[in-house]
């Protein structure tokens, strides 16, 4: 049999069950923060459905003649 180490230790003082709750939650969002991300898979080009929607158009004077030029 493996004997468990504790996650906490209190080493002086005598703290409430409430302390000791808000300590092991403090505790735990610090280590799910540095915990490493996941890389969001790369989508290819295909698979990109906004690559398929057209710019927004924006009339005004000149639109015409600036809806020819590449964005």
């Not at 698979?47 to 927004?56: E, N, Q, V, Y």
């Amino acid at each position: 049999m493996s004997e468990e180490k504790p996650l906490l230790r209190v080493v002086r003082g005598n703290p409430s069950d409430a302390e000791l709750a808000a300590l092991t939650a403090v505790v735990a969002a610090a280590s799910a923060a540095k915990a490493p991300k996941k890389p969001k898979p790369r989508t290819s080009w295909w698979g990109d459905h906004a690559a398929s929607l057209r710019k927004p158009l924006h009339p005004g004077e000149g639109a015409w003649r600036a809806s020819g030029f590449p964005s």
